[in-house]
């Protein structure tokens, strides 16, 4: 397997390459979405993933042998009021994806990261995914320590993940990344008075995140 991999910014021409990388590689693996009733993703879902390339906060892992594509990382900016913004959006979208919007405004109001911080911006990845067949080489890793360049450079004071699988929880741990929040999927059912969400394990919890910059 090559070692040369090269992580650079994804720009509005790799819009395709990144949406059927995450389409392949993502989508099918993310424990909120396999763990609800209805199976697949949604357009939302990869429209609200992919608004962020304009911000030139997308991250691509490129193989510098075959220049294949074989990591992406999705990061974009969040403010205040974005967790109640998502559950008015969340009543007019599709079952699916209103179902998971709510769910991560309850995770995003729960973690209150810029409240406990005092900030009225930060970035937060939404996407972390690496190729089947290259993982093991520390990619997830080296997106998450080039995101933390990149947000550098773009003047964030810090950014957060909500880690939806243990892999992301190993490497924002590895990263030296502070959790301030966990929230289980039981957890969440239980405020709404509904089994929904029925995760396999070991991804039974969500934990949020959080690097200063």
């Given amino acids: 397997m090559a070692k040369n991999i090269s992580i650079r910014v994804a720009k509005i021409e790799n819009y ?3 949406l059927n990388f995450i389409r392949k590689h993502y989508y099918n693996e993310e424990p909120i979405t396999i763990s ?14 992919m608004s962020h390339i304009v911000h030139d906060t997308v991250l691509m892992a490129i193989d510098d ?3 294949e ?11 205040k009021g974005d967790a109640i913004e998502m559950l008015k959006n969340a009543e007019k979208s599709s079952k699916k994806w209103s179902d998971i919007q709510k769910f991560l405004a309850y995770i995003e109001i729960k973690a209150d990261v810029l409240g406990k911080f005092n900030l009225e911006k930060a970035l937060h990845c939404h ?6 067949d290259y993982r093991g080489n520390r990619i997830g890793q080296r997106l998450f320590e080039q995101c933390f360049e990149n947000a550098r450079k773009l003047n964030y004071k810090l950014m957060s993940v909500d880690c939806t699988s243990i892999f992301t929880i190993r490497i924002a741990e590895k990263c030296g990344m502070d959790c301030i929040s966990t929230t289980t999927y039981d957890e969440y059912n239980q405020s709404i008075g509904e089994k929904l969400f029925l995760p396999k394990k070991p991804n039974l919890e969500i934990k949020t995140f959080v690097k200063k910059i």
């Fill in 65 to 67: 042998q075959s220049s």
């Fill in 16 to 18: 395709d390459n990144v």
């Fill in 127 to 132: 996407v972390l995914t690496v190729h089947q």
């Fill in 69 to 79: 594509t074989v990591g992406v990382l999705i990061a974009g900016p969040i403010e």
């Fill in 36 to 49: 609800h009733p209805e199976s697949g993703h949604t357009i939302d879902d990869e429209k609200f993933s």
